[in-house]
């Protein structure tokens, strides 16, 4: 018998939530094959069984969020245990009162489509667009030790007439949450102690936070706290990275109410968590944008007559993306202020130059595995690493170091022909850069007798959006000229 307990993915996490159960209860399961799906913070993950047997109880249902190291379900040896059976077919109304919500509707697997890169020119779609990469968060704070009934969490006595502040929206209301929940509850201005939960013990779980989210964005006031006065708001979510303060906030907007002509979608764990970044990326950083075109004869010279034999040895495509990482993280090392972030009223800048390379989802939703070290690694190197973490993402076989301590990203919606995308910033990275179509288009060019003709040249642009408090528009309008240049006039045919 083995029981099997949530998984720590990454030193941060400190709870999942089980998105679904792909074995029921008196189904067999083998070892290394997947079990359920979890969704934390970071990345959601599909974990194998590390046992064979069969499932003799399930104790977490989907929806849950619970801490690493809770029990989830119970692996047996051979036949199913004797209540196995009869607990697969109880009613649901049999269930505990204190069950969580129902999880959400899992999103389709991903199609089967090529690593994300630009498309050829006139060429097949190649990936699929890219939407402005999520940020990745900070850590959340270390979960503290469990105390005595008689003591405080500071390590003080608690006695009946000790004078205590009242509480406010998001500082838990007395209640002990988790450091998901109760950034959520401070993001919204909710107040715990008016939060039912329907974890065990009666504790909130994330879902319940989000449940009354909704309720609240769908009009339904009755159910939800009013919010708290602005003088009790706090000015920076807890999970926001050390940055300048934040602007005001605008007062809120009424949300929009369906009719019967509408379709209502819910969001998903990742789209939900995808808006959350994108609008904390737009109050934290100053975002500027600056673009090139950029003449893509040098690189189409050598990726035509290579592709053949580089898929036949590499086992996938040679794309125009592996030449752009190339070129950005040699320019990277002219211009070391692009690879940094903003702390504190200061410019940290990191020595390591680790590549965030956006990956769609069959429109379902995007990640950003990261290639760590990209500045000690040529174009082929760099091609695998972007094949393979693509693989990995849309397989849902990400781990956390694979998204985690991007200093810089890429991003692109070329395969579709677009011209130019102004992408938001993945914090708390100062700067992405968008690939557009590479399309045949007329160019001037000039003769080596000094007069001009008229030629056909792959043409493409190059977009970033950049973090004003970093560096200036001479700054990054020099970087992204240098990209150019290294596309344009290196010696290609080398690298492979």
């Known amino acids: 018998m083995a029981d099997i307990t949530m998984p720590q993915l990454g030193e941060t996490v400190t709870e999942g939530t089980i998105t679904r159960w792909l074995k029921q209860v008196g189904e067999t399961v083998a070892e290394d094959e997947v079990l359920f799906e979890v969704s934390t913070d970071k990345v959601d993950s599909e974990v194998p069984s590390p046992a064979a047997g069969v499932v003799s109880e399930i104790l977490v249902q989907e929806g849950e969020t619970v801490d690493v190291g809770t029990r989830l379900a119970v692996i047996s040896d051979g036949a199913a245990a004797p209540g196995a059976a009869a607990a697969a077919e109880a009613p649901a109304a049999e269930a505990p009162a204190?069950?969580?919500?129902?999880?959400?509707?899992?999103?389709?697997?991903?199609?089967?489509?090529?690593?994300?890169?630009?498309?050829?020119?006139?060429?097949?779609?190649?990936?699929?667009?890219?939407?402005?990469?999520?940020?990745?968060?900070?850590?959340?704070?270390?979960?503290?030790?469990?105390?005595?009934?008689?003591?405080?969490?500071?390590?003080?006595?608690?006695?009946?007439?000790?004078?205590?502040?009242?509480?406010?929206?998001?500082?838990?209301?007395?209640?002990?949450?988790?450091?998901?929940?109760?950034?959520?509850?401070?993001?919204?201005?909710?107040?715990?102690?008016?939060?039912?939960?329907?974890?065990?013990?009666?504790?909130?779980?994330?879902?319940?936070?989000?449940?009354?989210?909704?309720?609240?964005?769908?009009?339904?006031?009755?159910?939800?706290?009013?919010?708290?006065?602005?003088?009790?708001?706090?000015?920076?979510?807890?999970?926001?990275?050390?940055?300048?303060?934040?602007?005001?906030?605008?007062?809120?907007?009424?949300?929009?109410?369906?009719?019967?002509?509408?379709?209502?979608?819910?969001?998903?764990?990742?789209?939900?968590?995808?808006?959350?970044?994108?609008?904390?990326?737009?109050?934290?950083?100053?975002?500027?944008?600056?673009?090139?075109?950029?003449?893509?004869?040098?690189?189409?010279?050598?990726r035509s007559a290579e592709k053949g034999r580089f898929k036949e040895s590499e086992g996938f495509g040679l794309t125009y993306l592996p030449f752009i990482s190339r070129a950005v993280v040699d320019a990277l090392g002219e211009f070391p202020n692009v690879n940094s972030s903003v702390g504190d009223d200061e410019l940290i800048v990191h020595?390591?130059?680790?590549?965030?390379?956006?990956?769609?989802?069959?429109?379902?939703?995007?990640?950003?595995?990261?290639?760590?070290?990209?500045?000690?690694?040529?174009?082929?190197?760099?091609?695998?690493?972007?094949?393979?973490?693509?693989?990995?993402?849309r397989g849902k076989r990400l781990t956390m170091d694979d998204i985690s301590g991007g200093t810089i990203t890429l991003t692109n919606a070329g395969p579709f022909g677009t011209f130019i995308t102004v992408p938001v910033i993945n914090q708390p990275q100062v700067a992405i850069i968008s690939t557009d179509g590479v399309r045949k288009k007329p160019v001037v060019v000039e003769l080596p007798d000094g007069t001009d003709s008229i030629a056909i040249h792959p043409i493409g642009v190059l977009a970033m959006s950049w973090d004003h408090r970093a560096f200036d528009g001479a700054y990054a309008a020099a970087f992204v000229a240098r990209i150019r240049t290294i596309l344009e006039t290196r010696d290609w045919a080398a690298e492979l």
């Open 351 to 393: 020595h390591d130059i680790n590549l965030g390379v956006a990956v769609d989802l069959d429109f379902e939703g995007l990640l950003v595995p990261v290639i760590h070290q990209a500045d000690g690694k040529r174009l082929r190197a760099l091609a695998r690493d972007i094949s393979s973490l693509a693989g990995k993402a």
């Open 98 to 302: 204190a069950e969580a919500p129902a999880a959400e509707v899992p999103a389709p697997e991903p199609r089967q489509v090529p690593d994300a890169a630009a498309g050829e020119p006139g060429g097949d779609v190649e990936s699929g667009p890219q939407a402005p990469a999520p940020e990745l968060e900070q850590a959340p704070a270390a979960r503290l030790p469990q105390t005595g009934p008689g003591e405080q969490r500071n390590g003080s006595s608690t006695r009946p007439g000790d004078d205590r502040p009242p509480a406010r929206p998001g500082d838990g209301g007395g209640k002990v949450l988790s450091p998901v929940v109760r950034r959520l509850i401070a993001e919204h201005d909710l107040d715990a102690s008016q939060i039912a939960g329907t974890g065990a013990g009666g504790r909130i779980t994330r879902n319940d936070v989000l449940d009354l989210i909704d309720k609240r964005s769908a009009g339904n006031g009755a159910s939800a706290p009013a919010p708290a006065a602005p003088a009790e708001r706090r000015a920076v979510p807890a999970a926001a990275p050390a940055a300048a303060p934040a602007a005001p906030a605008a007062a809120a907007l009424p949300a929009p109410r369906a009719t019967e002509r509408d379709t209502v979608i819910p969001f998903t764990n990742i789209r939900r968590r995808t808006a959350e970044h994108m609008v904390r990326s737009k109050a934290t950083s100053a975002h500027t944008m600056v673009a090139v075109e950029v003449d893509f004869s040098a690189v189409e010279a050598v």
